[in-house]
Each structure stands twice: as C-alpha cells, then as structure tokens.
C-alpha cells in the first residue's frame, strides 16, 4: 500500500515534496497563511509524517486561493499550490467532507453552471450557490445593483456544441 | 496585425466594460480580433481545484479551436490567460496526458500557437510611441498604481509573461499615455480571488490592505488587467480606504479619445467620475 506522501507525490508528477527543507518562504509570502488551520510548509510536513486525516480534513486546503506564491519563491521547486489542488481533489474522491463547505460548494455550482451553457452565466451561477450553500441573503443588493446596470443577464451567449462540453464533463469524471 | 481572441465568460458580464474597451482599443490601435469559434469556459479556479484533468481539457478545447485560425490567441482575462498558458505547458511537457487529453476532447493539439495577454500585445507590439502618439488626452493628475495581481505572473515558467515580482508591462502603457505612476510593493499580491463568495470576510481584509498601500504610495487610483481582481477591488474594499479602479483599456481609450468610457464608467461599483471630472479628464 502507497503511503500519503507517494499518493501526493504521485498526483504532483513534479519535484517530490520531501525536498522542502522548511525554509517557510512559502508561509512567509502566502497571502492567506493568516487565515489557515496549517501554514503551507507544515502541511508538507503532515504529509511526512503520514497524517492524512489531519491533512484532508483541514481547513487549509481549501482556503488556499491558488495564487502560486508559494511555488513561484521555493528554493526547491516544490510545487505547493499543485499540491493543494492534489489534496482538494483527493478529499473530494474519498468523500470526506469539505471542512470549508461553502468553498467546494461554489466550486461545484461553477463547474454545474459550465455543464449547463458552456459559459458561465453568472446570475445563475449564483442562484446555483446560494441554494446549495444556504447563503441566500448576503450580496442580494449588490447583485440588484449590478442586474441593474446590465451588467448581469440571464440570457448571456451559451457554447453551441454543449456536446462536446459535456464529454469533456463526462470522461473527466474519477 | 490580426489575432484570434478569447474572451471567457467574465467579459459578456461583470468584466463587460473590459471587453468593450479591449475591442475599442483593438480597433483603435488597428488590431484585428477574430473570435475563437464557439468558445466554451477555461474551468477557471473551480476545475483545477477539484479536478486535474478537466482543468486541462476544458482549455484545451479552446485551444485547439483557436489553432484553426494559426494566429495568436489574444486573452484578456488573467485567469483564462493562466488556465491556457497552464494548458500548454502540461500538454507540451506531457506526451502521455495528451494524448489522453486528446481523445477527451476528440480533436488533436497541435500546439505552437502563443497565448498573449493585450498588455503585452500593446507594450511590444503597437509599442509604447506609438501608444504615447495616438494619446490625445494626456493622463495629466492621474496617480495610479499598477496592481497584476497573480494569474498573469505566476508560476513564471508556465506565464513567460513580465518579471514575477516586480513587473511593468502596464507602468509603462499609463506612463506612456501621461499618467504619474506611482511605484508600490503590492503590485502582485493576491486579492483574493474566488474565495470573494464563499469566504467574503477574508477578502475584504485582503483588498483593504491593497487599498491602504494604494493610499500609502500617494496614488488616486488603482488599474488591473483582471476582472477578478477588478470585481473584488470594485466591490469588496471598505467605504473609509477605497479608491476607484481601472481596467488598463478604459484608461488607454480615454487617453485615445474612443467613444465609450463614460459609459464603461458607470458600470463600476465606486464611480471614478468625480476623480476623472476634477482633473478634466472627462
């Protein structure tokens, strides 16, 4: 049986994690480290140390926003934002739950919107969210706001060959 | 010149008056946009965070559909420039994940043409004197600083865009059309991003601070290359620190003299009007 560290090494393809040397420039220059349950080089760590539960059921995969900070200044090429998309998507696959709900939530109500039009149409992408999240009141004038400039519209040009789209959704799916 | 141009879903809705003003600069400066044939979405931030594969195939779709053309591919969007440049660089490097990607898609990748964002199409191809020639309305009293944010930039070797910590593709298209730009470390932080929905309190901290050192570095206001930076920037900074912000085209059209700007204007959630109006720009 893999251990943790292979199966993320594994999804990253690139440099293997365990040459991270904890120098913590990733968690120096990362924007959202104020706000996570495990800066970024201590998950690598966690990592090591076989702590997956710990690891995917964390609130740090998820508040990761991908800026790529991170794998820009490492000394050692590691590949941290890959690997927090390799740990998303490894918690998403063993069906654990999201430790930050509303976070996947949008994610799916974007990917859902994609599978509908092609584009994104983004009031409804919206709609789609807030009914999955719960989060039905927050942005409401915002949004009313901007319907009203014509800046969001319902009937905004959709892919022609949803086909196509769809495949794509289909043969992608783990 | 002639390019094939993307522009992602962002651009038909709250990115609107970035779309507009790249297609009124684009004719302006005689750059010819042929639009990719039935684009779909680039998967954004949503399909690499959750999925690796879809990420790859949903702008490789796109890219395939705009090598029809066998031109440049012209992306505004920051985030579907780093989606499509991330798309190549796996494709490239991957032999095996193309072809996979490949019968995913059901059409071949050829490769070889360039993702190119207007900031670099205008800073070296139309050229900076150019640019400054075609400005009939210098800037004059406009203190912007420039903000990238992060889909342009990193990772570097994926982007091949501007130096990664302290770019100036942009510094110099407003320093040609006769603002005062100010300098500033914030220039590539992150603003946030997607997290503006689902975690909204975190990215109000986030733009506050960008808006302080905004504040800091004397500048009246801020400009972007990116409708997620603009739509948090725009939307999320508190009332006490924020100042107006520009797509990089609404400037370079006004400074152009295009018809347009007033009405991409109002289309922003902190109106810049009252700015533009005391220095006579509008």
Redesign the interface.
Same mark, same amino acid.
């Given at each position: 049986m893999k251990t943790f560290l292979e199966e993320v090494n594994e999804?990253i393809?690139g440099v293997p994690i365990q040459r991270c040397y904890h120098c913590r420039k990733c968690t120096a220059g990362c924007?959202?480290a104020?706000?996570m349950e495990y800066n970024p080089n201590r998950v690598i760590k966690m990592i090591q140390m076989g702590m997956k539960e710990e690891v995917l059921g964390s609130s740090t995969i998820w508040?990761c926003?991908?800026?790529?900070?991170c794998?820009?200044r490492c000394p050692n090429q590691v590949?941290i934002?890959r690997m927090m +998309?390799?740990l998303?998507?490894m918690s $998403?696959e063993s069906g654990r739950p999201a430790k930050?709900a509303?976070?996947?939530?949008?994610?799916?109500a974007?990917?859902a919107n994609?599978r509908l039009g092609?584009?994104?149409?983004?009031p409804i992408m919206?709609v789609q969210?807030k009914l999955a999240?719960g989060d039905l009141f927050?942005?409401m004038a915002?949004g009313v706001?901007?319907f009203m400039?014509?800046?969001?519209?319902l009937l905004?040009?959709r892919?022609? +060959?949803m086909k196509?789209?769809r495949? $794509?959704?289909a043969?992608?799916k783990? | 010149m002639k390019v094939s141009y993307y522009p992602g879903c962002s651009l038909h809705a709250t990115g609107k008056e970035y779309g507009q003003s790249v297609r009124a600069v684009s004719k302006a400066l005689g750059i010819e946009l042929k639009e990719v044939d039935d684009w779909s979405c680039c998967g954004a931030t949503s399909a690499h965070s959750t999925n690796f594969k879809l990420s790859i195939a949903l702008p490789a779709r796109d890219l395939i559909a705009a090598e029809r053309d066998a031109m440049d591919v012209m992306v505004p969007c920051a985030a579907c420039f780093n989606r499509f440049k991330t798309a190549q660089h796996y494709l490239d490097k991957d032999k095996a994940l193309r072809s996979e990607i490949e019968s995913i898609v059901g059409a071949r990748y050829q490769g070889g043409i360039r993702v190119r964002n207007p900031l670099d199409i205008v800073s070296n191809d139309v050229g900076l004197d150019t640019l400054a020639g075609k400005a009939v309305r210098k800037l004059t009293g406009l203190k912007p600083v420039s903000y990238y944010g992060c889909l342009l930039l990193r990772p570097p070797e994926v982007c091949e865009f501007d130096d990664y910590e302290n770019p100036v593709l942009m510094d110099g298209i407003l320093g040609a059309l006769g603002a005062d730009v100010r300098s500033w470390s914030y220039k590539t932080d992150c603003c946030g991003g997607s997290l503006t929905i689902s975690k909204t309190g975190i990215v109000v901290k986030m733009v506050d601070k960008l808006m302080t050192m905004a504040r800091e570095a004397e500048a009246n206001c801020l400009v972007t290359a990116c409708p997620v930076c603009m739509a948090n920037l725009d939307m999320r900074a508190s009332e006490h620190v924020r100042l107006p912000v520009f797509y990089f085209t609404e400037l370079m059209a006004l400074a152009m003299g295009l018809e347009g700007p007033e009405g991409w204007f109002k289309l922003h959630n902190i109106d810049p009007r009252p700015l533009l109006a005391g220095l006579g720009l509008v």
């Open positions: 999804m393809g924007p959202l104020f706000a508040m926003a991908s800026c790529e900070t794998v820009t590949d934002a +998309d390799a998303r998507q $998403i930050e509303n976070v996947l939530k949008f994610h799916n974007f990917l994609i092609g584009r994104i149409n983004e919206m969210y999240s927050s942005d915002m706001g901007m400039k014509g800046k969001l519209s905004s040009p892919t022609r +060959d196509a789209v495949d $794509i959704f043969k992608t783990p | -």
